[in-house]
């Protein structure tokens, strides 16, 4: 496993309302923001994949919009 605390998955500077978000992916967000604090890149990378999965499921069946979709990858893109 590689621990890497000085390396950032998430782009800080991006902001997002996650109350907004299905609990779903508030859960999967707050999992890749314990990985990323922890530096835990290939949990993260793993859990990525599905954050961006669960999203685009989200947003074809009009749970979130296209604009929070973008912003999603955006901020958690590793």
Known sequence: MCMDKDYQMI??????NKEELPK???NI???LEKYDKE???EMYDGL?????SFSKSFLLSGEITN???ETIL?????
């Open 11 to 16: 782009d800080h500077s991006i902001k997002i």
């Open 48 to 52: 990525y994949e599905g954050l961006e």
């Open 67 to 69: 604009s929070q979709f």
């Open 39 to 41: 530096g835990n890149m």
């Open 29 to 31: 967000i707050k999992d």
């Open 24 to 26: 779903l992916l508030q």
């Open 74 to 78: 955006k901020k958690y893109r590793g």
